[in-house]
T-cell receptor, first 112, second 115 residues
Framework: EDKVVQSPLSLVVHEGDTVTLNCSYEVTNFRSLLWYKQEKKAPTFLFML????IEKKSGRLSSILDKKELSSILNITATQTGDSAIYLC????????????FGKGTLLTVNP | NAGVMQNPRHLVRRRGQEARLRCSPMKGHSHVYWYRQLPEEGLKFMVYLQKENIIDESGMPKERFSAEFPKEGPSILRIQQVVRGDSAAYFC?????????????FGPGTRLTVT
């Protein structure tokens, strides 16, 4: 059975701090890993990673995949209160039965 | 370009009634996925459909649940004879056809409450 573990489960920081969120996975026929941000609504797509060691960056957020270690990290620098959300990682399978397996997420709270 | 649309956003049903949840994918997307999020749980895959075809329904309960994505119109997730345990947020996602990009974009979800 596919498995996804995110850590920490929750994190409280102050504005301006830098955070690192972790995701480890065991997925059959792994193809890619996706990161989403979920506030009180639909998960919002952040990144899709397919290649090991190549950092993807969007503003203050960045992410990297390590296929050897079956893991990924999401970094957020200079955090703001608007970054408060649940961050979900979801490895996806390849082939015709492509689907995402979600972790339980990391609840990030950024205090002013 | 409108995003993924779901309706209704909130649905209340009594035990034993039927629930119908609708999802219109993003323009140009012909792959639809349904996920369920139970309280305090992560999103769980239910079913993956393309137009007129169910590709993978391995995450769907065998009884009472069905899904379709007709040639015309939205995808429908149907839950017959709902029970309290069906109360959850149901999210639909869509992705584009072909290529190497499989980003799934999510709709706002339908929150089903069974009383």
């Amino acid at each position: 059975e596919d498995k996804v573990v995110q850590s920490p489960l929750s994190l409280v920081v102050h504005e301006g701090d830098t955070v690192t969120l972790n995701c480890s996975y065991e997925v059959t026929n792994f193809r890619s890993l996706l990161w989403y941000k979920q506030e009180k609504k639909a998960p919002t797509f952040l990144f899709m990673l397919t290649s090991s060691g190549i950092e993807k960056k969007s503003g203050r957020l960045s992410s990297i995949l390590d296929k050897k270690e079956l893991s990924s990290i999401l970094n957020i620098t200079a955090t703001q209160t608007g970054d408060s959300a649940i961050y979900l990682c979801a490895p996806g399978r390849g082939g015709s039965n492509y689907k995402l397996t979600f972790g339980k997420g990391t609840l990030l709270t950024v205090n002013p | 370009n409108a995003g993924v649309m779901q309706n209704p956003r909130h649905l209340v049903r009594r035990r034993g009634q039927e629930a119908r949840l609708r999802c219109s994918p993003m323009k140009g997307h012909s792959h639809v996925y349904w996920y369920r999020q139970l309280p305090e749980e992560g999103l769980k895959f239910m079913v993956y459909l393309q137009k007129e075809n169910i590709i993978d329904e391995s995450g769907m309960p065998k009884e009472r649940f069905s899904a379709e994505f007709p040639k015309e119109g939205p995808s429908i997730l149907r839950i017959q004879q709902v029970v309290r345990g069906d109360s959850a947020a149901y999210f639909c996602a869509s992705s584009a056809t072909g290529g190497s990009s499989y980003e799934q974009y999510f709709g706002p979800g339908t929150r089903l409450t069974v009383t």
